[in-house]
């Protein structure tokens, strides 16, 4: 085995993981908080990445226009969430699965109105575009800045929730929102806070994504459901479930893309193994939360009993 | 001995954390006798209820059921063989009418429902023993009001309704007068007492005046431990239980 | 162990619990007959559009009637067991394979065991595939409840849709096209006013048996089961059991409607699974109305209409229609067909003791007050 394109597809899985980790840290606060299915949540994934491109070609600087985008896309969140968002919280959750799905198609026109029907490609600045190599092995530097981002947000993350009033709040909420309420805690101004914190997040995700794919409409659509995966594996309203879930989606489906067919040419023969190998590694990730709800159907970190 | 008991418990124990809920409970409930079960708050008497009733696995001990071993059967399969509960918290089918939710109690009684064909909501079979039991229960003009329609005790008539429409041979009735103003307490002693003799009741209360009318007898539970049982002039004899319990109430 | 997320998706489910189906008789019959009126206008109009010489309504239509078998399908576990399947696209991509394979190896030889024109043949596999399948997953999903239950659903639909896309010899993400329709006696598929009729021939049939089931003993159950689980099983019933055959029921219908769409499109792809789709139908059963029979007709009527009219209106209807969808989720509680049975049982709650209190069931009993229910739940008079 090539142990520098293990290495190269290790960094991918991590970076992936990172990723999957940026968007399923708001979402499983929201839906363990607010009691909020968010399928839009996605959508400030793909706003952060148009947002983030367009200020890119326009200002010049990748840094400038990240911090830009982080601004803006936590306003549109805000204003969103102020204008429907907070109407959906005692909704029951079907309610609120389509009314989110309403808004992942407002959104997606939206941004085809404003850019066009075609994606944004996003030059990426030379000081990231370069590559460190260690002897065969060929680590590119924005994939490892991407994971650094991703764990640096993971760590404040985690410092907010357990070391701080507020993450004493949050962690309170998830597990008895009631009791929150009654400590007359502005429950509104929490749920805003934790709602726009958790988009910027997932917008943060697409812009550090947008210079390796494109900013495009509907880039929200496939990652939302895998990150939903990952809220359901980790436990709903975990950050830590989310945070190991994340990594463990993000090694499990880019290793099996990459490996599955070698593994299946071991116990059958090459043809059908490259056959199946697709299919199955496609459904991975599916197939591991299948059965982790089927033993453990509250997923791997349940945040305590309520 | 346990030929004669309805039910029988042996050595019941449950363990919350390092609490025991019910520690070393051994009772025998006669066939035909209002078995009172009695005791200070947290005394651990909604978990034994609910451990007789197959809610909870107990840690150990033993449950006999007309003499069949029932520790390990589910609330399901020990409704089927006749032991009917009703809730603390009333739990009644809200969004049917009162006849429905007894309408259903018999469907399910009466065996398998995977019949897909014919109108359930106009079966005699179903209609004419759902009819009977709102009578026996007073309920017979609230028949086609919504349960979330109806007063809090006539909601808990409802719950021993859909308890006897299940032709049970013992009822578990887990505090039936909880939360009751006197007059719908009144109705509900006579009901219960109309049934005295018919079904083998196990009844959960804490109004003495109550217990002391309708028991034959009565097994008093402290820190989950059976600390007297008898009858009801023997337990207020019974100084253990008047200074555990009855002193200060 | 019973966790506190499931105790307060039961609340939240039992805020969203309809009325009871077989209560509707109780109210004015006039939204019965709406309902018929739509029936037959569905079965009509395009028909003698038709006869008129325009052929696209007819096309409309037979959309619309396969879609609505769907939705009527799904509509038997989503409103009348309460439990959300966001995976029933899967069953229409079964039937519409059941239908494309065979076809397939008949013209080009290979895979002789299933290879053949038989209509016959096409929809006993779609719906004997979509049962199989709808049997194995409902067997876990139904292990779990609320969201676990519409994510594990979705998961298995998006199982179902790689492998489509890997099916190498039937065109993987390109779909295939389909050369011949299935054949039948005496009806030519080709022929869209036969295809048509048996589609709509087919959505009664879809209909009929849904009231049977929901009115016979095996639906009070479900019914049953949807307003109070904990207290059902107390009874003595293994919900599951029930749930798991509705589940199977739901699923097979889903799978023959799938059939039907691939007669009528002659194209399969993996795209009929995708799970917006799962989303689209879910949409028509809870615009229409879910928990009400005819409330997915409504529904699968008003999705169509609106995406025609809309995006002959603009290319960006997706907004409007996303707005729509918002409101109705907002405003209109019990679909339109919770709106049309709250209109007419306020008219005629003057005359009739019993029907004020089908009024206020109406009003009261969830749908219409979702949101602020646990305040009024309790103050009952």
Redesign the interface.
């Known amino acids: 085995m090539d142990y520098s394109i293990l290495v190269a597809q290790a960094i991918n899985g991590l970076q992936l993981g990172v990723l999957l980790f940026l968007l399923a840290s708001g979402l499983t606060l929201t839906?363990g908080i607010m009691?909020l299915?968010n399928?839009s949540h996605a959508s400030f994934y793909m706003l952060g990445a148009f947002i983030c491109a367009s200020l890119t070609l326009w200002t010049g600087s990748f840094l400038l226009s990240l911090v830009l985008a982080i601004v803006l896309t936590g306003l549109a969140a805000l204003v969103i969430e102020l204008g429907?968002v907070r109407?959906?919280y005692?909704?029951?959750?079907?309610?609120?699965?389509?009314?989110t799905?309403?808004?992942?198609?407002?959104l997606?026109?939206?941004v085809?109105?404003f850019w066009g029907p075609a994606g944004i490609v996003m030059p990426l600045p030379a000081w990231l575009n370069g590559q460190i190599n260690i002897g065969e092995i060929v680590l590119p530097v924005y994939r490892l800045m991407i994971i650094a981002v991703g764990l640096l947000v993971a760590v404040l993350l985690y410092v907010l929730v357990s070391h701080t009033r507020t993450g004493m709040l949050i962690r309170a909420g998830a597990?008895?929102?009631t009791m929150v309420s009654a400590l007359g805690v502005d429950i509104k101004l929490l749920f805003s806070g934790v709602f726009v914190a958790g988009s910027v997040c997932a917008g943060l995700a697409g812009m550090m994504i947008a210079p390796i794919t494109e900013a495009s409409i509907g880039m929200g659509?496939e990652i939302i459901?895998t990150a939903?995966?990952v809220v359901?594996i980790g436990g709903?309203?975990s950050i830590k479930g989310a945070f190991v879930a994340a990594l463990l989606i993000g090694m499990i489906d880019t290793l099996g893309r990459a490996y599955l067919d070698t593994v299946f040419a071991a116990f059958m023969d090459t043809e059908t193994a490259e056959?199946?190998a697709?299919?199955i590694s496609?459904?991975l990730i599916?197939?591991l939360?299948?059965v982790i709800?089927?033993v453990r159907?509250?997923g791997l970190f349940?945040p305590r009993?309520? | 001995m346990s030929a004669e008991c309805m039910l029988e418990t042996r050595s019941l124990c449950k363990r919350f954390g390092g609490v025991s809920a019910t520690d070393d409970v051994s009772l025998c409930i006669y066939a035909g006798e209002v078995h009172a079960l009695i005791g200070p708050n947290g005394a651990g008497k909604t978990t034994l209820i609910s451990q007789l009733s197959g809610l909870l696995r107990s840690d150990s001990g033993k449950i006999f059921f007309s003499g069949e071993d029932v520790s390990r059967k589910s609330a399901a399969a020990l409704a089927q063989l006749g032991l009917a509960r009703s809730f603390q918290i009333t739990s009644v089918f809200q969004e049917l009418t009162v006849i429905e939710n007894v309408a259903i109690a018999v469907q399910v009684t009466l065996g398998s429902s995977f019949r897909f064909l014919g109108n359930a909501a106009k079966d005699p079979a179903i209609l004419g023993p759902a009819t009977e039991v709102l009578k026996r229960t007073g309920l017979a003009d609230k028949s086609s009001v919504l349960a979330s329609r109806i007063s809090h005790g006539e909601r808990r008539q409802l719950e021993i309704a859909m308890a006897l429409a299940t032709e049970p041979k013992m009822l578990l009735l887990d505090e039936p007068m909880a939360g009751m103003g006197q007059a719908e307490s009144n109705d509900m002693i006579t009901l219960l007492a109309s049934l005295k003799g018919d079904k083998t009741m196990l009844l959960v209360e804490h109004d003495m005046d109550t217990v002391f009318t309708l028991a034959d007898r009565i097994s008093v539970l402290v820190y989950g431990r059976v600390i007297a049982t008898g009858s009801p002039e023997e337990i207020r004899a019974n100084r253990e239980v008047q200074q555990a319990y009855l002193g200060d109430d | 162990m019973d966790n506190a997320l499931n105790r307060s998706e039961q609340s939240k489910l039992a805020h969203h619990k309809c009325r009871s189906f077989y209560r509707r008789h109780r109210g004015s019959v006039l939204p019965g007959m709406i309902n018929l009126l739509v029936l037959v206008a569905l079965g009509a109009l395009p028909v003698i559009a038709y006869l008129d010489g325009q052929i696209f309504w007819l096309d409309v239509a037979t959309r619309l009637v396969i879609l609505a078998i769907a939705a009527v399908s799904l509509n038997l576990v989503l409103g009348f067991c309460g439990l959300a399947s966001f995976g029933h696209a899967a069953f229409i991509g079964i039937g519409a394979y059941a239908v494309g394979i065979p076809v397939y190896h008949e013209t080009y030889g290979g895979f002789e065991m299933i290879a053949g024109y038989s209509g016959w043949w096409h929809l006993a596999l779609a719906i004997a595939v979509s049962a199989l399948f709808a049997l194995v997953t409902g067997a876990i999903s139904l292990r779990t409840r609320g969201v676990h239950f519409i994510m594990i659903t979705m998961a298995f639909s998006q199982m179902m849709y790689y492998t489509l896309v890997s099916l190498q010899e039937y065109g993987a993400d390109d779909g295939l096209s389909i050369d011949l329709r299935s054949e039948l006696p005496l009806l030519n598929l080709d022929d869209p006013l036969h295809l048509f009729g048996l589609c709509f021939a087919s959505l009664l049939g879809a209909l009929l048996l849904s009231w049977t089931l929901v009115r016979s003993r095996f639906g009070k159950v479900l019914v049953a089961a949807r307003s109070n689980e904990p207290r059902l099983k107390s009874l003595g019933v293994e919900t599951y059991r029930y749930q798991l055959v509705a589940y199977v029921i739901s699923g097979a219908m889903c799978g023959y409607a799938g059939a039907l769409m691939a007669n009528f499109t002659v194209f399969i792809s993996p795209s009929m699974v995708e799970w917006s789709r799962s989303g689209e139908l879910i949409f028509m059963v809870v615009f229409g109305g879910s928990a009400y029979l005819f409330g997915p007709v409504i529904g699968t009527a008003a999705f169509i209409l609106l995406e025609y009219f809309l995006s002959r209106f603009t290319v960006y209807w997706h907004l409007p229609f996303g707005i729509l969808l918002i409101l109705v989720v907002l405003f209109l509680r019990g679909g339109v067909s919770g709106s049309i049975a709250r209109l007419f049982s306020k008219r005629s709650a003057v005359s009739n003791s019993v029907s004020v209190n089908s009024t206020s069931v109406a009003e009261g009993s969830a749908p219409a007050i979702q949101g602020s229910s646990q305040a009024r739940g309790e103050d009952t008079p």
Do not use: K
Not at chain 1, 90 to 99: I, K, S, Y
């Open positions: 839906f009691d299915v399928l429907l109407r959906l005692t909704l029951p959750h079907l309610d609120q699965v389509l009314a799905f309403g808004m992942i198609l407002c997606d026109t939206l085809h109105i597990s008895n929102r659509n459901i939903f995966v359901i709903i309203g056959t199946a697709p299919a496609a459904m599916y197939l939360m299948a709800l089927a159907p509250q349940p009993l309520r």
